[in-house]
């Protein structure tokens, strides 16, 4: 079946402009997590879903990051006034419930120029 | 301070050798899990352990979880081309939270 794919696969963009990285979870996997991977790092948790709810957003670096899963599948990060620190890879991981095993899609590279 | 430090951070060798990468911390958990990412990929599981003192094998490739559940190693025997990778151990962050803690990585490059 298919895996967890993140569109788009990059994204370059211009400091301050607001950009949206989208997950489709594998189908029936109730929960979703978004990292963030910086070059020779591993994975930062940033936000954790159960169903639609963010049951944890502690990962979130500022009031700049904001994330929704509206209809308990598909899920978008979207960052606000980007800054170049924002650069680097986001991930995206599903799983049949929260601590299950995690499912990561390829990432999305994004670049802030 | 990373919660898990890996080491070494990066370790090139010879198709054939044997290699042991380790993940430490001075916390105690109550599993811990190892992945390997290749580039332009995301993470994939490879084992999760649970018990002190635990070993599990996938073919060449032996995890064990220290006694005290602090810390793992992972011991490529034999290493291949095709192991090439970043080597990952993660933890579930304090109870009651599904908040996964991933280590610096293990930068591995295996040369034919």
């Known amino acids: 079946g298919a895996g967890v794919s993140q569109t788009p696969s990059n994204k370059v963009t211009e400091k301050g402009k607001y950009v949206e990285l989208r997950c489709d979870p594998i189908?029936?996997?109730?929960?979703l997590y978004w990292y963030r991977q910086s070059l020779g790092q591993g994975p930062e948790f940033l936000i954790y879903?159960?169903?639609?709810?963010?049951?944890?957003d502690s990962g979130l670096p500022n009031d700049r990051f904001f994330a929704v899963r509206p209809e308990g599948s598909v899920s978008t990060l979207k960052i606000q006034r980007t800054e170049r620190g924002d650069s680097a890879v986001y991930l995206c991981?599903?799983?049949?419930?929260?601590?299950?095993?995690?499912?990561f899609g390829p990432g999305t590279r994004l670049t802030v120029t | 301070t990373q919660l898990l430090e890996q080491s070494p951070q990066f370790l090139s060798i010879q198709e054939g050798e044997n290699l042991t990468v380790y993940c430490n911390s001075s916390?105690?958990?109550?599993?811990l899990q190892w992945y390997r990412q290749e580039p332009g990929e995301g993470p994939v599981l490879l084992v999760t352990?649970?018990?002190?003192?635990e070993v599990k094998k996938l073919k060449r490739l032996t995890f064990q979880f220290g006694d005290a559940r602090k810390d793992s190693s992972l011991h490529i025997t034999a290493a291949q081309p095709g192991d090439t990778g970043l080597y990952l151990c993660?933890?579930?962050?304090?109870?009651?939270?599904?908040?996964?803690?991933f280590g610096t990585g293990t930068r591995l490059k295996v040369l034919a």
């Open positions: 189908s029936g996997h109730t929960a």
């Open positions: 879903f159960q169903g639609t709810g963010a049951a944890d």
């Open positions: 993660a933890v579930l962050g304090r109870s009651g939270t599904y908040k996964y803690i």
């Open positions: 916390s105690v958990f109550s599993s």
């Open positions: 991981a599903s799983s049949r419930q929260g601590a299950g095993e995690q499912y």
């Open positions: 352990v649970v018990t002190g003192g």
